[in-house]
């Protein structure tokens, strides 16, 4: 039996994608806006929904609330894809309810693994649902013909340091959806200035499990990722994280040898320290522990498993000189540099070539 998927996005391109990439093993439903996604929603019974943000009428978040609060839906898998990627609103739709937030633009086969992956690790229950997906076609594209003009947009959420002045005599804003985004997004900064964030540097070369391990981690920890065994070496030095995890086998340098380069410095040498590896036999994991790992979890893994884990150890915040702000914005300037750096290397190498290069002639 195929699950059942219901894309809610008003852009037509993006609900074809979906059918296209899904529609081998699953069922896809698509609507273009959220009022005709909660219009169906009980004749459709799905196994995920699939929301944009900006959407006509009502904002995917409101419809994500919505459907928390509906007694039979309340436990079914939402995920968001949308091109609002700020981190305000991200928190803000983990903390309506969100199982996964991803953004656009984003390769459609990485969008059908994280759904994959999902579904091996958590499958819904089966039951007979109401109406065939043959059935649910035609309903759906008869309920959901009525579309509203205008877009919601939710209100850029707004900086810590910005200053906010409060008006006597400004009109109250009309979006009772922009208003409930606001208070979401200031309760959150609220929780945030209670409670410090844990910064983690997670270095393994296997890009498709940092890019798991940055959605799963980003509600509740600060992470930088690094694919290579120096430069991750590079920035625990510089970034100063309150938990490293670490893969064996890495390029230039292995997880073992920035195990032991970390224990050599004092200022670094008491930092809590997790081992992922697919190289998991006897000696290895000895070896592991024998250089201060406090816990060695052989691949494939469940990154919730991994998060559970991490909140037992019960990790303290370490004081630091950089914020994370700080730090993604230095990271940004490098990146921009090294950039820079290898397009000129391409334009002189290519001048040599060319300067190089002799026809002869008889």
Do not use: W
Not at 158 to 184: A, H, M, Y
Not at 189 to 208: N, T
Not at 313 to 331: Q, Y
Request: negative net charge; charged residues 40%.
């Amino acid at each position: 039996m195929k699950y059942r998927i219901l894309v809610v996005d008003d852009d037509e391109d993006i609900l074809d994608m979906m059918r296209v990439i899904l529609k081998d093993e699953y069922e896809v439903l698509g609507v273009k806006n959220g009022e005709s996604a909660l219009e169906v929603l009980g004749d459709c019974e799905p196994d995920l929904f699939i929301l944009d943000v900006i959407m006509p009428d009502i904002s995917g978040f409101e419809v994500c609330e919505r459907i928390r609060n509906n007694e039979k839906f309340k436990n079914t898998p939402i995920f968001f894809l949308t091109v609002k990627g700020s981190l305000d609103f991200i928190k803000a739709g983990y903390k309506k309810g969100a199982n996964l937030y991803l953004t656009k633009p984003m390769d459609p086969h990485r969008i059908k693994k994280n759904i994959d992956v999902y579904f091996e690790k958590n499958q819904p229950p089966s039951r007979v649902k109401k109406y065939s997906f043959d059935e649910l076609k035609g309903l759906i594209s008869t309920k959901s013909k009525k579309e509203p003009v205008k877009k919601i947009e939710p209100q850029r959420p707004v900086e810590k340091s910005e200053k906010i002045e409060k008006k006597k005599d400004v009109e109250p804003v009309k979006s009772q959806s922009t208003v409930e985004e606001k208070r979401v997004i200031e309760k959150e900064e609220e929780v945030e200035r209670e409670e410090e964030r844990l910064r983690v540097i997670l270095v393994d070369d296997d890009e498709d499990l940092l890019e798991i391990m940055e959605t799963a981690m980003l509600e509740k920890y600060d992470l930088l990722t690094e694919t290579d065994g120096i430069e991750g070496l590079n920035k625990i030095i510089k970034y100063e994280p309150d938990l490293i995890i670490l893969d064996i086998m890495l390029p230039k340098m292995s997880g073992l040898q920035i195990c032991e380069s970390i224990k050599n410095e004092t200022y670094l040498k008491d930092i809590p320290l997790i081992f992922i590896s697919a190289k998991s036999d006897k000696k290895v994991i000895e070896k592991a522990r024998m250089l201060g790992a406090l816990d060695f979890i052989p691949k494939p893994f469940d990154p919730l498993e991994l998060l559970r884990k991490i909140g037992r150890m019960k990790i303290m915040a370490r004081s630091k000189e950089m914020t994370f702000g700080e730090i993604l914005k230095k990271e940004a300037l490098l990146e921009n540099k090294r950039a820079a750096k290898n397009k000129k290397r391409e334009v002189t190498y290519q001048r040599k070539k060319e300067a190089s290069h002799i026809d002869f002639i008889d």
